[in-house]
């Protein structure tokens, strides 16, 4: 076992060689383990002193597995992210003056661990440098409020949806804005690329009354690809792409569905399920 009885865990992710194990406690401490190991045993370790006030949002290791981010809203507009070593670096990143909100949703992780976005829900984002621990000057405001945002994994751009019914994209490096806004018809729920940012996903609802779909798009045409899926239940779908790229899964109370990302054409067969899929 490697953990023991005297705390409660409640998230926890593996590293992309699957060698690493990061767990966080309900106590509010951090350790990750090295799994390679004949005895796998804690290889850093942090308690938060103020663990009581922080709400866990996202937990990630970077694609090189170089670096692991832990994100936590701390209640006061602060996001905290600890970096992988012996012991774990804890790191603040403080709410921007321009944010009257405080409330930080997920973070996203770079794929070298170099960049962290913040969220704060439903007014805009800020993109960090994590080794020199400050913001990039620009804040990425949507104008319409924040409610979805997704780093593609090549490390090129953020895409960011909105309570406007658009989706638009950033320079992770810069923060400059990439072309026009992908216009949705209704409300962005979630936002997921493919593995070669090929492909952007887009969850929506429609005024949050349990009317939800799914939309895709090929990022450097701007173009939309098949008809608006829809999706059934009482909740937004689950959205993944194979590692070839080639093909949407969705999942929700409906079943499990596959689709074509090049003609966004539904490949059979409809796999449902009686109680909703998960």
Do not use: C
């Not at 060689?17 to 370790?45: C, F, K, N, Q």
């Amino acid at each position: 076992s490697l953990i023991g009885p005297e705390d409660t865990y409640h998230r926890a992710a593996f590293s992309p060689d699957g060698r690493r194990l990061l767990a966080v406690s309900r106590g509010g401490t951090i350790r990750m383990w090295d799994l390679a190991l004949p005895s796998p045993r804690p290889g850093g370790e942090n308690t938060a002193a103020d663990s009581k006030r922080l709400v866990f949002s996202s937990m990630e290791f970077s694609r090189d597995r170089s670096s692991a981010v832990l994100s936590a809203g701390t209640g006061t507009g602060v996001a905290r992210v600890w970096r992988s070593g012996d012991p774990l670096l804890g790191i603040d990143l403080p709410q921007p003056d321009k944010v009257s909100f405080p409330n930080v949703g997920p973070t996203g992780l770079s794929p070298d661990g170099g960049r962290v976005t913040t969220f704060y829900v439903g007014q805009m984002l800020q993109i960090w440098d994590v080794d020199k621990r400050t913001p990039l000057p620009a804040l990425l405001n949507q104008g319409n409020g924040v409610s979805a945002q997704a780093i593609d994994p090549t490390g090129k751009m953020l895409a960011s949806g909105d309570y406007g019914r658009n989706v638009r994209l950033w320079s992770l490096e810069t923060g400059a804005g990439l072309g026009s806004p992908l216009k949705q018809s209704d409300i962005v729920y979630s936002l997921r690329f493919s593995p070669d940012g090929r492909f952007l996903a887009v969850s929506t609802t429609k005024d949050w009354n349990r009317v939800y779909g799914v939309r895709l798009w090929d990022v450097a045409s701007r173009r939309q690809i098949g008809e608006l899926i829809e999706t059934g239940g009482a909740s937004p779908a689950r959205m993944f792409f194979n590692p070839e790229g080639t093909q949407l899964l969705t999942v929700a109370s409906d079943g499990v569905r596959r689709w074509d990302t090049t003609t966004g054409s539904e490949i059979a067969p409809h796999l449902p399920h009686a109680g909703g899929a998960n």
